[in-house]
């Protein structure tokens, strides 16, 4: 087998941000740090990737959260609590893919925008590191 050969950097985590969770300007699906705390506590993981493709969405995850409700309320509690599960999961492995970043997209301060790896971006954040691997 082939190993990967993706070159890869070092950056500060303050200097990268991703757009938040939700179904729309309306319906959060960010987790709180006592939710995703919530889920290490209780043993509450989950391993499955959101994206099964760069920019396509996990359809299991779209099943389950749509499951017998058209309530977007529900539906964004229930893809709250997913994020909150996987960011939990991704923080105590303690191997790290790198991130991928998007080309030429940033915030008003300067910050580089996240294309891929938000959740792995975020459960880093939470452990306390103060950078990440990034593909180049």
Known sequence: ???????????????????PYGIDEYHS?????????????????DARPFQIDKGVTNPELWREWNLDTTDLADVADRAKTYHA???????????????????NSYSH???KEIA???HRFEARKLHGYEDIEVYL
């Not at 006592?34 to 993981?45: G, P, S």
């Not at 599960?85 to 893919?97: F, H, P």
């Open 1 to 19: 087998m082939e190993e990967n050969k993706a070159k890869t950097e070092t950056v500060k985590i303050s200097d990268l941000f991703h757009l």
């Open 29 to 45: 699906c960010n987790p709180s740090e006592t939710e995703i705390k919530f889920a290490k506590d209780h043993n509450q993981y």
């Open 85 to 103: 599960k996987r960011i939990a999961y991704l923080e105590n492995q303690d191997v790290w893919e790198p991130i991928t970043l998007k080309i």
């Open 109 to 111: 301060d300067g910050k």
């Open 116 to 118: 891929d790896g938000s």
